[in-house]
């Protein structure tokens, strides 16, 4: 049980507090924890030497805080018990930017600026400025910097590739999909690849094995021993690989 006793001596009204023996261990529990806060842990002390019998002022200087800081520890604790201990949550941060002003961010960089414009792509500062004068939305250049970090855009990087100038790529193309998309009844497919003029490299020592937290090793030096031509085509249906090395002209295989 809790008391609050108000001494008639002294211009400062100091309350004394007293515990049973499962609060005090309950305390000094928490007290001596390393899962708690320090803060938390001090406020636990606080408590604890004010159960013991020990004046305010002794406790102020032993904890390193304000007398009022030891009376305002044990008014909590004894409104709310160790829950008052605790921090009290702070409101979160306000939202300074709208959740659909972030999404538009995002849709805008994943397309072409306007024609217009002449630009070949966006710039942190040139979508900034264009949400403000198009769609009356001001966000700076740094938001929208951080953004791309986050959402891991990069539009000033572009893909690249080139289409084969075989006459008959178009066609050959629909024959290997429609392959893969609607094999005929009884036919075997087959996915062939080869690569020729491949090295035939060999390290100068064997390849040491993968064991438990080590990763496989091998020496950085190797012996050429010319180039092979390799064949390989994939059955599609079992996922046997069936896999060949050709001799080239110098008879390396």
């Known amino acids: ?33 390393r899962d708690v806060p320090a803060d938390v842990a001090l406020r636990a002390r606080i408590v604890l030497w004010s159960g013991e019998g020990r004046r305010r002022k002794d406790i102020a200087e032993l904890a390193g805080v304000a007398p009022l800081t030891v009376d305002r520890c044990k008014a909590r604790y004894a409104e709310r018990g160790l829950a008052g201990l605790e921090e009290k949550r702070r409101g979160g941060p306000r939202t300074q930017v709208p959740p659909q002003v972030r999404a538009r961010v995002i849709a805008l960089t994943r397309m072409s600026p306007p024609a217009e414009s002449g630009l070949s792509h966006w710039s942190t500062r040139t979508l900034a400025g264009h949400l403000k004068r198009r769609e009356g939305i001001s966000v700076s250049w740094h938001y929208v ?41 009884g036919a075997v497919v087959l996915s062939i690849d080869e690569k020729t003029q491949v090295q035939a490299l060999d390290r100068t020592q064997p390849v040491l094995p993968v064991t438990f937290a080590a990763t496989e090793k091998r020496t ?3 012996v050429r021993h010319g180039t092979t031509n390799l064949f390989a085509a994939l059955n599609v249906t079992t996922g046997e690989v069936l896999g060949e090395c050709e001799p080239n002209r110098n008879g390396a295989t």
């Not at 008639?8 to 928490?30: F, K, T």
């Open 145 to 185: 910097a951080r953004v791309w970090r986050e959402e891991n855009l990069k539009p000033h990087r572009s893909g690249t590739f080139k289409i084969s100038k075989d006459p008959a790529f178009a066609e050959k193309v629909a024959d290997v999909v429609g392959l893969y998309l609607a094999p005929p009844g």
């Open 1 to 33: 049980m809790i008391l609050f006793v108000e001494p008639s001596a002294g211009p400062l009204v100091e309350l004394r507090m007293d515990l049973s023996s499962e609060q005090m261990a309950e305390l000094r529990e928490l007290a001596g924890s």
């Open 220 to 222: 950085h030096d190797y």
